[in-house]
């Protein structure tokens, strides 16, 4: 018996990204700390936060890419067989939005 | 004896504004932990992980934003009195860019 | 005699789809006629000029999602039963990099 | 008698940068017109036309780019002397929010 086999009809992020984006947002959390001990010092200027936050965003959006080329390679492509194809392109619309 | 004040001419970031952004951030990096263990779920899907990546970039804009209007009002309406406007410019259009 | 269909292995934008992409790029043209014409004004304040730009980038912007839906539609949930799809994630991934 | 010097308190975009993006956007609109063309070809291919209002896109940014970084030279960094700073720095942030 397939036990609760989740979300979106059983769709799963493949394994080997799951542990690759995984790897890499440990590495975003990192960076996302050192920008705390930036904010803990009071001489810290306003433009040295801006381009660290910046750059938190490029990995940030490394990781999503990821994923999404994994969702597309893997679950968008093949929609139209498995049928739930209205879906997939919704959710893949709304997230795309203003990304 | 002033220990030559940092960065960029002295112009820090306001400390209110500091604390307000750190809190902020301590609240991106509680997201992002929940991202992460997200993805120790081997049923997880990739839509519902791209969803949380596109709050963690919307929760990390609001601290951009922050930090910009405090920048804006504090260090730029005032750079050609202090007269390091070129500075000032240059290195808020880098950041602006692609932001 | 079909003059071998194009581009793209035959794959075409959807007629309707077309049209309405087409109408409404036509008002971005007039939009952006509507800038040139504040352009010519002696008087025009940068912020005016920037907000128009930045409605134009959003009326743009909707003519890129339209297609975009038909693509994803028509084109895309398909791409595993028509075998192409290694190339329809690539450029789909370099359409969306940076959008 | 001042005329009608109108619009932010006199403020005027820079007669040279005014120009130098009215010639750019006459390009962007001829880009546009390239793009009005595809979409009246019915063999158009959806990824042809999504590169081209991506590129018509980085056109219409670097008008923009163009005239913010005139806005701060000019206007921006001499706001706190004027007086109007609160005014500059919200208009300021409403056009960058989401550009």
Redesign the interface.
């Known amino acids: 018996m397939e036990p ?5 009809g059983g ?3 493949d ?1 080997a990204v ?1 542990e690759d ?2 790897r890499r ?2 590495s ?2 990192g960076h ?2 050192g ?2 001990r930036m ?2 010092e ?10 660290q ?2 750059a ?2 490029g990995a ?2 490394k ?3 990821l ?15 498995r049928g739930d ?1 209205a879906r ?2 919704s ?3 709304e ?5």
Do not use: F
């Not at 609760?4 to 979106?8: R, Y």
């Not at 997230?95 to 990304?99: N, Q, V």
């Open positions: 609760k086999d989740c979300c979106a769709l799963r992020l394994p799951r984006a995984r947002l440990l975003v959390r996302v700390e920008v705390l904010l803990a009071d001489s810290v200027y306003c433009v040295d936060v801006l381009k936050l910046k938190v965003h940030l959006d990781v999503g890419v994923v999404l080329r994994s969702h597309l390679t893997r679950h968008v492509v093949t929609a139209h067989e194809e997939i392109v959710e893949l619309l997230i795309l939005k203003y990304r």
